[in-house]
């Protein structure tokens, strides 16, 4: 090779033009531009954690982590932070809203990837992506004013109360169950078509396929379709603010009030509270518990997906 | 494809006589073929299957109509002072002049009270519908003894009229569309009866307004890092992980962390001190519109994100290669050819986004948007309220009259969604026919 550029082109030669690579601030400047713009979302990341940690630090300065971890009764005036009651109340609306979005959500995963026509598939899927649209307050207004009266209704007035756990968490399984029919659509669809064929080859009836073959070979994205679904139960706010009641309760009833870790946020934080008061800060640590829980259950959810997913060529 | 299987396995059975002696299937006796009882089976899980799919239609459309049905209906209304004791002259009140009218306010009205509308806009400067309006309110003074529903109100009209005659003498029954002009046109008051929707409906059109102008180029500009410049590194990937988490991260979270950063953290930039703005007897502290259109923004722009990324990626490689290979520079080919062609998907993603952002109210109930509030909002700095934060006010008032506003104010938001939606949908059809025809 010759230390020197070769120029192959007369105007090359003649340095009239250059094919060299030039050094271009500009574009430079955009590229670092659009670096800083992706980074944003690692200071947003970075935000949360120092925002929550720093006043939940504060926090368990004068709660120890055994109290709030150990205890059953959340009253702050009297001094009292046992997370207990606000998590049992999550568990109950989320488990709720599970009982009611993975049955119906896979049967109309099934459905639509298994049984329906491609022109019934094409116009129930948008309805399904309304329904995911809905603001989560119309929802919420929807479990108080149709679901609580048909509770008290079916059960009677005196057994259900006002505002209970029930009705927030069936209403709120109907706000999952579109995420979780079209993860689980998508899932079922992509086992190949070869699993589908020779199970019936070898005899097996429609639902015998759809049932024994397709939803195992599935399993990977419906267990993390579940897992995100619980994610999002959890985190879900509006619902429970309106609906599950206020005032922590520690119980297993459904048909009694009982306030979530988010219900607790939004009616403290929604009503007059000076910065750096212990009743500010203890919202924070509930935030943080909050945190690690849903992104525990999303980075599950993924791990899920990647470790089990049946590969097909 | 159902046929298949059962004549398959008893068509080759017969037919093959020499083989019967050895038979194909097991002959174990718990294996029966029961070929009728698995398609009943079969049958009852497909009606199964089908009614869960039916039972959610069901439910949107019993969503839709509970909410047209409490946003409409007959109202039965008492006056506290019957209007036929207000006619002056002898002319009834709906057809006084504006001279007439103000007559009787300045002389039934408590000097106070009168004051204090003479300090809003002069009565003497009022047109006669205002004034008739007026009194009204102030005078006549209707409260509402009962409402009914929609359905109830068309099916059971008998019933409804024989009720509010024996139940509340002397009363007004009358049907009212609780989504109305003067709805939409007013600002916010106490009673669910002279209330608007109109200073929620500023609120979140600026909230969402600050929103778009922060999260629409920095979620493009970051998806067009992630897709186009991005080397595979570690670095590079942390940030791409760190997006789908931050995408499941609840939307109450950014609420605490708009409330420690934006409102309480940037106070002098957010309640606009720093720019001698909302200094005027009007203390929003950090809570203002500023401080909401920054939290939502951070709260969908891992969305936008995301769907900018899909979209850049479903554009074919050939026009990258061919614009490079004409010696455009990479971010030429961004501008030029790459942003151009995936316009129309990144348009319907950011929609879906914008629309979360318009319906979310957990994060702006953390960050204080103010649960009354008359004025509405003037600027970026300004105290402020959104349509969602007032339903959710009125949802939890246990009187009946509040939930009618509620709904009326639901299908205020869930209209301005639905034409956001649609304007993105036409806009998205233009795009992909110029493209088309170029």
Known sequence: MHTKVQAHYPEERQRRISFRRRLRPAELLIQSFLFFCAAVSILTTLGIVLVLGRESFAFFGEVSLKQFFGGTVWQPTIGLFGIWPLLNATLMTSLTAMLVALPIGLAVAIYLAEYASEKVRETLKPILEVLAGVPTIVYGYFALTVVTPLLRRVFGADTVEVYNTLSAGLVMGILILPLISSMCEDALSAVPRGLREAAYAMGATKLETSVRIIVPAAFSGIASAFILGLSRAVGETMIVALAAGAGSNFTFNPFRAAETMTGHIVRISGGDISYDSMDYRSLFAIALVLFLVTLFLNILSRAIVKKYREVYE | ?438
């Open chain 2, 1 to 438: 494809m159902k046929k298949v299987a059962p004549t398959a396995v008893s068509a080759v059975l017969p037919s093959v006589p020499h083989r019967a002696a050895r038979p194909y299937l097991p002959q174990r006796p718990d294996f029966k073929l029961d070929l009728a009882g698995r398609h009943a089976r079969g049958n009852f899980w497909r009606l199964a299957f089908m009614l869960a799919t039916i039972g959610t239609i069901v439910f949107l459309a019993t969503l839709v109509l509970t909410i047209v049905d409490d946003a409409f209906g007959y109202v039965v209304m008492v006056n506290e002072v019957d209007p036929a004791s207000l006619a002056r002259d002898g002319v009834r009140l709906e057809d006084q002049s504006a001279e007439q009218l103000r007559l009787t306010l300045e002389e039934q009205l408590s000097p106070r009270r009168a004051r204090a509308l003479e300090r809003e806009s002069p009565l003497a400067e009022r047109p006669a519908a205002d004034l008739h309006e007026l009194v009204l309110v102030e005078l006549v003074k209707p409260n509402i003894a009962a409402t009914y529903g929609l359905i109830e109100s068309i099916f059971e009209r008998g019933r409804i009229v024989a009720e509010s005659q024996t139940a509340f003498p002397g009363s007004v029954l009358s049907f009212r569309s609780w989504i109305n002009w003067r709805f939409m046109s007013t600002s916010q008051t106490a009673r669910p009866l002279t209330t608007g929707v109109l200073t929620a409906f500023t609120g979140t059109l600026l909230t969402i307004l600050i929103t778009i102008v922060v999260a629409f180029p920095l979620g493009i500009a970051a998806a067009v890092w992630l897709e186009e410049y991005a080397v595979d590194n570690r670095l590079n990937r942390f940030i791409q992980l760190n997006i789908y988490n931050l995408a499941g991260v609840p939307s109450i979270i950014y609420g605490m962390l708009g409330l420690a950063v934006f409102v309480r953290g940037l106070e002098p930039i957010t309640s606009g001190a720093l720019f001698g703005a909302g200094s005027g007897g009007d203390v929003a502290n950090g809570r203002t519109i500023l401080s909401a259109g920054l939290t939502l923004a951070l709260l969908i722009l891992p969305v936008i994100i995301i769907n900018g990324q899909e979209a850049l990626r479903a554009i074919p490689g050939s026009l990258r290669h061919s614009s490079l290979a004409v010696g455009a520079t990479k971010w030429q080919t961004v501008w030029s050819h790459l942003l151009p062609a995936s316009l129309d998907r990144i348009l319907t993603g950011t929609v879906l986004a914008v629309s979360r952002a318009i319906g979310e109210t957990a994060p702006l109930v953390v960050i204080g948007a103010s649960t009354f509030l008359t004025q509405d909002p003037t600027g970026i700095f300004s105290k402020f309220t959104t349509l969602p934060m007032q339903i959710y006010q009125w949802t939890s008032r246990p009187q009946p009259e509040f939930r009618h506003i509620a709904a009326a104010a639901i299908l205020v938001l869930l209209g301005l969604m639905l034409s956001l939606n649609a304007f993105a949908i036409i806009t998205r059809n233009k795009l992909r026919k110029n493209r088309r025809s170029a």
